[in-house]
């Protein structure tokens, strides 16, 4: 009897033990748990280390043109990059910013092992915020509504081309150089820059008249600009300088606006000398131009800029420049002008208003010039003092301060500024105590480009990029 109790007073004992063991075992698995978390967390290995990047076959996606021979632009814009400088590095959707960092620390210090993993593993880059896509352009809706080419003009400027003086005859003399600036609604600054600075109406040395006028489209989101058209409506009083046409303004719409442009030159300035058309973020040397004009013709075909030959469409879907075949089969895009700016007579003005009635709308407005340009038999001449890529840095001095009012004093047209760049460069170059010629490292002789123009000058081997 007592043996019996002794057994099962031990089975008891046993089978408390058991369980106290159990429990024991629960508990140190579940700390095990909660440390490797901890670890894991600290160390970075739940943040996923594999992405996809997506690169394009060319320097940059602002690489409007691949071009066999063009010239070097500052950012590789691909196509119109719009001028812009020379080679920069490609951009990459990543994002400089460090990841954010756990701020709890393991409770152990076993860090041997992830350091040493760390120092022999290659170094991955920090995730970047995924960037907003933008939808595909919808090339067959535009082919579709091409043949919608005529808008009405909302706000006009019928005087402008009208010049009174004393002895002049009733009726008014056209200008001898009309500026064109291609502009939007919102950008009521740069519009402001231009007009204070380089865009300046008034009467120029030699009897010379400029006028300039901003070319706009109705904004395609409204509601970022509230009372927008009331905006241009008192702008328009005030500076008597907007032309407003009824289209959305818009990239692939930037050809509505030169066929509009035109068509309002041959209605209501068809007797001006010669027409400076350009971008709102450049700066122009106008007395350079005037000075190059001295001797050319109004009445015979003239068309000066930064010209882009043998260059080909941009067939990667990623680019803001794509062009299916569909649209244009071609293998090489007719010569055309950087659109940063460029110089043509009144002549030419008119016959491409004519001209580009007749071509098919083209989303690239630069291209499309071009075109036009092509049906008349122009060939466009190019000027080194435009510079709608920007000022190059030379290879050999990468520390060479570009913006510099003596790079700027013989050019005529650069891209592209700020407006308080702008703003700088006008005030830097109209003063009088700048002197470019007081440092022994300079040449005997400083570079003039004005005067200079050749119509049958590749860019050589480089590739062609402008931007708008």
Not at 14 to 27: E, F, I, N, P
Not at 131 to 148: H, I, S
Not at 151 to 163: A, D, S, T
């Amino acid at each position: 009897m007592t043996m019996m109790r002794r057994m099962i007073t031990m089975r008891r004992i046993l089978h408390v033990k058991g369980d106290v063991m159990c429990t024991m075992l629960l508990l140190v698995l579940f700390c095990l748990l909660l440390y490797a978390r901890q670890v894991a967390i600290s160390s970075g290995w739940d943040r996923p280390q594999w992405k996809l990047e997506i690169h394009g076959s060319t320097s940059s996606s602002r690489t409007l043109l691949g071009a066999s021979g063009a010239k070097g632009g500052r950012e590789s814009q691909e196509f119109p990059s719009s001028p812009s400088e020379p080679q920069l590095p490609a951009c990459k959707p990543q994002s400089k910013s460090k990841p954010p960092q756990a701020k709890s620390k393991p409770l152990l210090k076993s860090k041997g092992k992830s350091k040493s993993r760390r120092k022999n593993a290659a170094p991955t880059k920090p995730a970047a915020k995924p960037l907003p896509t933008m939808p595909p352009f919808d090339f067959e809706g535009y082919l579709k509504a091409k043949d919608n080419r005529n808008f009405n003009l909302l706000i006009n400027q019928p005087e402008k081309c009208h010049i009174r003086g004393a002895e002049e005859e009733e009726g008014g003399e056209a200008p001898y150089m009309l500026i064109a600036v291609k502009s939007v609604a919102a950008d009521f600054d740069k519009r402001q820059v231009v007009r204070r600075t380089w865009g300046k109406e008034g009467l120029f040395p030699n009897d010379v008249t400029i006028r300039t006028v901003f070319l706009l489209g109705v904004p395609r989101n409204r509601t970022a600009l509230p009372l927008w058209d009331r905006l241009l409506t008192y702008e328009s009083q005030t500076f008597r300088d907007i032309l407003l046409w009824d289209f959305e303004d818009t990239f692939f719409n930037l050809t509505l606006k030169e066929t509009h442009f035109l068509k309002w030159v041959n209605s209501s300035c068809p007797q001006v000398k010669f027409i400076f058309k350009g971008d709102a973020d450049v700066y122009v040397n106008v007395e350079n131009i005037l000075e190059m004009l001295q001797g050319q013709k109004p009445d015979e075909d003239l068309f000066v800029g930064d010209i882009i030959i043998h260059a080909k469409p941009i067939r990667r879907r990623s680019s803001k420049y794509y062009v299916p075949e569909f649209v244009y089969g071609g293998g090489l895009y007719p010569n055309y002008a950087g659109g940063g700016g460029f110089v043509m007579s009144g002549h030419t003005a008119r016959r491409l208003s004519s001209a580009c009635q007749q071509v098919e709308l083209f989303p690239i407005d630069d291209v499309f010039l071009g075109m036009c340009l092509q049906l008349i038999g122009v060939k466009p001449s190019r000027h080194q003092g435009f510079r709608t890529f920007g000022i190059p840095r030379p290879s050999a001095a990468p520390h060479l301060q570009t913006f510099n009012p003596c790079f700027y004093r013989e050019l005529m047209v650069v891209h592209s500024l700020s407006v308080p760049q702008i703003w700088l460069m006008w005030n830097l170059l109209h003063d009088p105590d700048l002197s470019c010629h007081n440092r022994s490292s300079q040449t005997p002789s400083p570079f003039k480009w004005r005067g200079k123009m050749a119509e049958d000058t590749d860019y050589g081997e480089k590739r062609v990029f402008i931007m708008h």
